[in-house]
């Protein structure tokens, strides 16, 4: 549930990573030996803890692989996901009639100070981000583009009436 963990070759999931079952649980994910790529076929990570994901080197790249059936990243109630480098993208389209083709924020806080987050396509919102809940997006730095939203609104950040943005810098 703790530790620092660095992956040094290029690499398929197709099992999700459960990050933390307590608040407390802290979790570095370092994609810092340049150039890795993650292809995942599944919600790679289901954030309850913290999460920290890194790349500083540059180069790397986390794709999901499953139609936004299952994003990237999922962050849940009271949980943290730190985005500080890497690329997050999407290779295939939502096919649902809503959801996040990147990631979701669930009554958690996603706080992102580098990377990019880029090519999510959803069928109706949240082509990239959906803040659903009392979900919260702090904007520090990095990039949220090229997000689409085929019939409806939201093609980058998609946010229900609670969540919250906040933008810094």
Request: hydrophobic share 35%; proline share 1%.
């Amino acid at each position: 549930n703790n530790g620092h963990y660095y992956l040094s070759e290029d690499m398929t999931v197709d099992a999700t990573a459960y990050i933390g079952s307590e608040e407390n649980s802290d979790v570095t994910v370092c994609l810092d030996l340049g150039g890795q790529n993650v292809d995942a076929s599944v919600r790679f990570f289901r954030v309850y803890g913290t999460l920290n994901l890194m790349d500083s080197v540059g180069g790397s790249a986390v794709t999901g692989k499953n139609g936004g059936q299952a994003p990237v990243f999922y962050v849940y109630e009271n949980a943290v996901f730190n985005l500080y480098g890497g690329k997050l993208t999407a290779s295939k389209t939502v096919t649902s009639s809503a959801g996040a083709g990147i990631g979701g924020v669930d009554k958690g806080t996603m706080n992102m100070y580098g990377g990019v987050i880029t090519g999510g396509t959803a069928k109706l919102s949240g082509g990239n981000l959906n803040l659903y809940g009392k979900g919260v997006l702090n904007l520090y730095g990095g990039t949220i583009e090229k997000g689409t939203s085929a019939e409806s609104t939201g093609g980058n950040i998609q946010m229900n009436a609670a969540a919250q943005l906040h933008l810094y810098g």
